[in-house]
């Protein structure tokens, strides 16, 4: 017996052109346009599965849905929205929903949903890893844990207006990825994101670059300035900053501003450090990126995304068992969400077997370890750290050789010692790190952002 489709759809059109293509694959199928009736034929025991749109009139699915997984908790329901949002696709799983598809969609991706819903058995969760891996990979941020849901409420509050958003976290927590979030789903959306690091640029740079004619200011009208390191602007370009933001000057830009911080604004403006005029007229709304120590529990969701990634990028194919994801949920993650990214594209290009285990990322938290460590004592002598270095790795070993790849692996954990040491020799000064390295000042830059380091002086 073929199986019952419940669709629920305000539009028309859709509704027809779904019934169609799903009767022709041999469903049979039962269509409305709201979501009462949809309430109602579920908790009568109709239908195999159900998919539905998200608003239909007054209604939103998101309402019923616990009800409706309580009447009947091993029906699959498959949400379909327009308003394809961090938060729309994180209330759907909240809800007990089984998948979630952003509008618009190829068939053939609505029919594979289809099929892993009846295929998944009485247990909704049942559906593969790899295939929400997937979808979160598509999403601009990545986490269903509590801290990232308060995130999510205040972007899905802010993205239709053009207030004025400061966003404070550590670096690598992904305070930039937040910004562009926002601008997509904004009113500006189509308009430029212009994006601006002002670590290490003295105010004269800043006032070229920022201000001056065919400026950053200038490229982002119609859309979103977004200001990272906002708490490393000088003074003199502050005080240049919050007259142009009481000004004409600023409704003339026609640009929404999104400016990120990984130091407190407000406790910087107490202590003098920062200009109380300026961050008053920053501060409208803001948003705690929480560091990843602060939620592991999306740990998993983020390694699976970064390998799918990685594989895009061309590196083999992997995933992880659920053994390794426990393990890398005792670490700290000082680089955050981008510590954790590196770590997985180093697993992935090194480890031999297609499916990272716990010896893997051991290995990797060790070398992470050892390379803190080394940062942290610039006394020791080169070889006495690598020696130790490799006591640790052929310790971790065991019986067996390391994993292949030490050569390689030796040589990128040397990396971040070596620019930090350079960095604190020349007083923080890139462009004279650059020179002592033998690297050009770009290459170093990119390095220092990549590893999670200080970023030190422009000039």
């Not at 616990?66 to 394809?84: E, K, T």
């Not at 992904?174 to 500006?188: L, M, N, P, T, Y």
């Not at 560091?291 to 970064?306: C, H, N, Q, S, T």
Request: proline fraction near 4%; hydrophobic fraction near 40%.
């Amino acid at each position: 017996m073929s199986a019952r489709v419940l669709l629920a759809d305000d539009d028309a059109s859709l509704r027809f052109v779904l019934s169609q293509a799903l009767s022709k694959e041999g469903y049979q199928v039962r269509a409305t346009s709201n979501v009462s009736t949809l309430a109602k034929w579920v908790k009568e025991g109709e239908g195999d599965i159900v998919l539905s749109d998200v608003y239909m009139g007054e209604e939103c699915v998101f309402d019923a849905l616990p009800d409706m997984r309580i009447a009947r908790p091993n029906l699959p329901i498959i949400v379909m929205s327009a308003q394809s949002t961090v938060s729309t696709a994180l209330s759907a799983a909240s809800a007990g929903a089984y998948d979630y598809l952003p509008k618009p969609f190829d068939l053939d991706e609505l029919m594979q949903a289809l099929r892993r819903g009846l295929s998944g058995g009485p247990d909704p969760k049942t559906r593969a890893q790899t295939s929400k891996a997937e979808k979160e990979e598509k999403l601009p941020l990545i986490g269903r844990s509590a801290a990232m849901q308060d995130v999510y409420r205040v972007m899905a509050r802010v993205a239709g207006s053009d207030l004025t958003v400061l966003i404070e976290g550590e670096s690598g927590a992904g305070k930039e990825r937040v910004a562009r979030a926002i601008h997509d789903h904004s009113r500006r959306a189509k308009g430029p994101f212009v994006a601006v690091s002002l670590a290490g640029i003295g105010a004269r740079q800043i006032e070229t670059d920022l201000f001056g004619g065919g400026g950053k200011l200038e490229q982002a009208r119609g859309g979103t300035l977004y200001l990272e390191d906002i708490d490393e602007m000088p003074t003199e370009s502050q005080l240049r900053f919050a007259a142009m933001l009481q000004s004409s000057e600023a409704e003339e830009a026609d640009v929404r501003l999104i400016v990120a911080a990984q130091r407190n604004l407000a406790a910087l403006a107490r202590q003098g450090a920062f200009r109380q005029d300026l961050f008053y007229r920053l501060n409208v709304v803001t948003i705690h990126l929480p560091p990843l120590r602060d939620r592991l529990d999306d740990v998993g969701d983020l390694a699976r995304a970064f390998l799918l990634r990685a594989k895009r990028e061309g590196l083999p194919e992997k995933s992880i068992d659920a053994a390794a994801v426990e393990r890398l949920k005792t670490h700290a993650f000082p680089g955050n969400v981008r510590e954790l990214e590196n770590m997985l594209r180093r697993a992935a290009a090194l480890s031999p077997a297609p499916v990272i285990t716990d010896r893997d990322i051991a290995q990797q938290l060790g070398a992470a370890a050892a390379a803190r460590a080394q940062s942290d004592s610039p006394d020791e002598s080169f070889e006495a750290a690598v020696s130790r270095r490799l006591t640790e790795e052929f310790g971790i070993a065991g019986a067996d050789l390391p994993v292949a790849g030490l050569y390689d692996r030796l040589l990128a954990e040397l990396e971040r010692p070596l620019i930090l040491q350079t960095l604190k020799a020349t007083g923080g000064n890139q462009v004279k790190a650059a020179a002592v390295l033998g690297i050009n000042r770009n290459t170093l830059r990119k390095k220092i952002q990549s590893l999670g380091l200080p970023t030190g002086k422009g000039d």
